[in-house]
């Protein structure tokens, strides 16, 4: 089955500066890979996505980038601020199926 | 739109005792997935369906689990007897086709 690691485990930035969080996965059937904000108490909610066809996309303050050669994918946060704090993961649907895997989640903490 | 519908949001039982945990998919979506959250092992798949089929239950952790989708606006998780290690954050999540997911508002679940 497909396997997703996502790094780090906690990240704390200071307001204001970038934060980057990665994921690699193995299964090179793979072709849809979402990054879901879940806040403390709360549901995990779609904030990005990308598909295999792309090499990039943004969203304001976010973005996503994809080397599909390399099987690695990435979220990047600009201008971060205090609200951006919660727990990001990454996944990955499984080649073939509508099977959503999910990375460990990051802790990110923005201080103000 | 009212999203995804779980319910109860808290369950607290005895150790023995059956649980069920229920859920209410987005209407007009035709995939719905079990997910089991912990500190330790993250977002895990329990099960998923599609049009009211299970397609995928290879992580039920075991045979005290069991779900059921009876038509396209109900499922149910059941867990007989269950035990402390149980205890988590169960979330339903539905999808359209190739969708992103949309989580409902979990049931946070407490086996003492």
């Known amino acids: 089955g497909e396997n997703v690691e996502q790094h780090p485990s906690t990240l704390s930035v200071q307001e204001g500066d970038s934060a980057v969080i990665k994921c690699t996965y193995s299964?090179?059937?793979?072709?849809?890979f979402p990054w879901y904000k879940q806040e403390l108490g709360k549901r995990p909610q779609l904030i990005i996505d990308?598909?295999?066809?792309?090499g990039e996309k943004k969203d304001q303050r976010i973005a996503v980038t994809l080397n599909k050669t390399a099987k690695h994918f990435s979220l990047h946060i600009t201008e971060t601020q205090p609200e951006d704090s919660a727990v990001y993961f990454c996944?990955?649907?499984?080649?073939?199926?509508?099977?959503?895997?999910f990375g460990k989640g990051t802790k990110l903490t923005v201080n103000p | 739109d009212a999203g995804v519908i779980q319910s109860p949001r808290h369950e607290v039982t005895e150790m023995g005792q059956e649980v069920t945990l229920r859920c209410k998919p987005i209407?007009?979506?035709?995939?719905l997935f079990w997910y089991r959250q912990t500190m330790m092992r993250g977002l895990e798949l329990l099960i998923y369906?599609?049009?009211?089929?299970?397609?995928?239950d290879s992580g039920m952790p075991e045979d005290r689990f069991s779900a059921k989708m009876p038509n396209a606006s109900f499922s149910t998780l059941k867990i007989q007897p269950s035990e402390p290690r149980d205890s988590a954050v169960y979330f339903c999540?539905?999808?359209?086709?190739?969708?992103?997911?949309?989580f409902g508002n979990g049931t946070r679940l407490t086996v003492t």
């Open positions: 999540a539905s999808s359209f086709s190739s969708s992103p997911l949309h």
């Open positions: 299964d090179s059937a793979s072709n849809y």
């Open positions: 990308i598909r295999s066809n792309v």
């Open positions: 996944a990955v649907f499984q080649g073939g199926s509508e099977k959503l895997v």
């Open positions: 209407s007009g979506h035709n995939s």
């Open positions: 369906f599609n049009n009211n089929v299970p397609i995928d």
